[in-house]
């Protein structure tokens, strides 16, 4: 049972760190290739969800996980204990990160800023895509 949970854990992870990747490699891209137009058409694909709705979800399920693991495997070893405290911190920094930095953004693309305020969605672009 707890390699089960273990195995969840680290999936969950790993498509959360994918789902990233793509959102920067892909999604971002597109958002920044023609501003103003690409913004008005990435606020109008995001209508009803947009990426943060997943990462509201799955990003706390993920915490959660890393810190059922890390209790389950407690007594296993030094080595374990502090591999699996240091994916914990790394799920709980990751999701810090994002609600401090990217969900702003992503408001000032998406939902803020005047579409007529190119400047202002080129920089907020450019901050997102950078980090």
Known sequence: MK??????S???????LFTNL????????SWG???PNSIAAAREYFKNVDP???????????????????????????SIRLG????LVCYVSAEAMTFIYFFPRNDI???????????????T???WDKM
């Open 3 to 8: 390699k089960i949970v273990l195995f969840a």
């Open 10 to 16: 680290i999936s969950l992870a790993s498509g959360l």
């Open 22 to 29: 793509f959102t920067s490699m892909i999604d971002a891209k």
């Open 33 to 35: 290739c023609d501003i």
């Open 52 to 78: 943060g709705d997943f990462f509201r979800v799955f990003s706390p399920i993920n915490q959660a996980l890393g810190l059922i693991v890390l209790l389950l495997f407690w007594k296993a070893s030094p």
């Open 84 to 87: 699996l405290g240091i994916a």
């Open 109 to 123: 693309m998406f939902r803020d800023a005047q579409l007529t305020d190119i400047e202002l969605l080129k920089k």
């Open 125 to 127: 672009w450019s901050e």
